[in-house]
Nanobody, 114 residues
Framework: QVQLVESGGGLVPPGGSLRLSCTAS??????YSWYRQAPGRDRELVAS????????RYTDSVNGRFTISTDNTKNILYLQMNDLEPEDTAVYFC?????????WGQGTRVSVSS
């Protein structure tokens, strides 16, 4: 059974940091991504990483502030978010890829506000 469980969201002031985690189970996934969806907006890709952790990609708005990584021994995906801005407020979802299928977690809410 495939399961993706996110954690680590919360309320932080502008300039603050959070680390999101996503514990994955069920398969050895080929790649992972973090997406986010702000109120009234479409879900957007934030960052991606290959299953071996060797290749990463970021959307321009988070490049240099966010870091995606994996702990393959524990099947955990991370998103370290630094210098957070109010525009980063959204529900963040992890996704994992296996044999042309995409699996999703339930999301964790991040709010950036003073």
């Amino acid at each position: 059974q495939v399961q993706l469980v996110e954690s680590g969201g919360g309320l932080v002031p502008p300039g603050g940091s959070l680390r999101l985690s996503c514990t994955a189970s069920g398969f050895t996934f080929s790649a992972y991504s973090w997406y986010r969806q702000a109120p009234g907006r479409d879900r957007e890709l934030v960052a991606s990483i290959t299953g071996d952790g060797q290749l990463t990609r970021y959307t321009d708005s988070v490049n240099g502030r966010f870091t995606i990584s994996t702990d393959n021994t524990k099947n955990i995906l991370y998103l370290q978010m630094n210098d957070l801005e109010p525009e980063d407020t959204a529900v963040y979802f992890c996704s994992a890829y296996y044999k042309q299928m995409t699996y999703w977690g339930q999301g964790t809410r991040v709010s950036v506000s003073s």
